[in-house]
């Protein structure tokens, strides 16, 4: 009964954020990472975790922000509501994330922002500009791990609290692909971004969560993409969630 009890919380979710009335794709195959442990089963927890209030810091760029869905459809806000279904506590959740933003961007506003370094779950997407704005890999690779690092930081110094989320595919949208040949250019060049973040949190023991073959279903599933035609709808969002959700309630005290 509990289960069908969080599978239809899952549906209301699903249904208050989309006004669609398509068929709902699922996720179908084993995507995270979790290098401390060989399995890539997480199962959610039967009986509700008890915890106190729930701080929640979504660091990112537009998506983070959930460009072009509602403000209750982002993966965030959607995760937000999937945790408080599973545990005693609320969840208070922040966001240092702006369409647009590259890591050095992400990394200049985080500075600014100086936000307390005691958040029980941090989640971090990033990269899409660095390779849209055709900035060197190399700063990539030299701004990711400073951005890791500064997660940890802000979830109190417990890489356990830290939750990466792979870069969506945007080729796999009605923009990207419309762009004279260069699909498979931004296929191959997020999954050079990719692997090089998923490498990185293998070897410091991040959790790394791939949502990237979600997005490149996009064009066989229309649903899955916003009304922009370039980022991903609060369908693709919901199913981020399914991924996220049983690392994210793992990290909770």
């Known amino acids: 009964m509990k289960r069908l009890t969080a599978l239809l919380l ?11 009335d398509e068929p709902r794709p699922t996720s179908q195959n084993p995507v995270v990472t979790d290098p401390t442990d060989d399995t890539t089963e997480n199962p959610i927890p039967e009986e509700p975790i008890e915890t106190g209030a729930i701080k929640y810091m979504a660091l990112g760029d537009s998506y983070t922000v959930g460009q072009n869905v509602c403000s209750a459809c982002s993966f965030p806000a959607q995760l937000e509501v999937a945790i408080e279904a599973h545990i005693t506590g609320g969840v208070q959740t922040d966001m240092i994330a702006t369409t647009g933003w590259t890591t050095t961007n992400l990394i200049d506003a985080i500075n600014a922002a100086n936000p307390a370094q005691d958040y029980n779950l941090v989640t971090l997407l990033i990269g899409v500009n660095n390779q849209y704005q055709s900035k060197p890999f190399s700063l990539y690779e030299t701004e ?37 040949g260069t699909m498979m250019t931004i296929t191959t060049q997020i999954a050079q971004y990719n692997a090089f973040a998923s490498n990185y949190c293998q070897t410091h023991g991040i959790v790394f969560v791939n949502i990237t073959d979600i997005t490149q279903n996009g064009l066989n599933n229309p649903y899955l993409v916003a009304s922009d035609g370039l980022h991903p709808s609060e369908v693709a969002y919901a199913l981020f969630v399914e991924r996220i959700l049983p690392v994210a309630l793992q990290t909770l005290p």
């Open 10 to 20: 899952f549906v209301t979710i699903f249904a208050a954020c989309s006004s669609s």
């Open 144 to 180: 990711f791990p400073q951005l890791v690092n500064k997660a940890i930081q802000l979830a109190g110094n417990d890489m356990n609290n830290v939750i990466v989320v792979s870069i969506p595919d945007y080729a796999y949208t009605p923009y990207g692909s419309s762009l004279p």
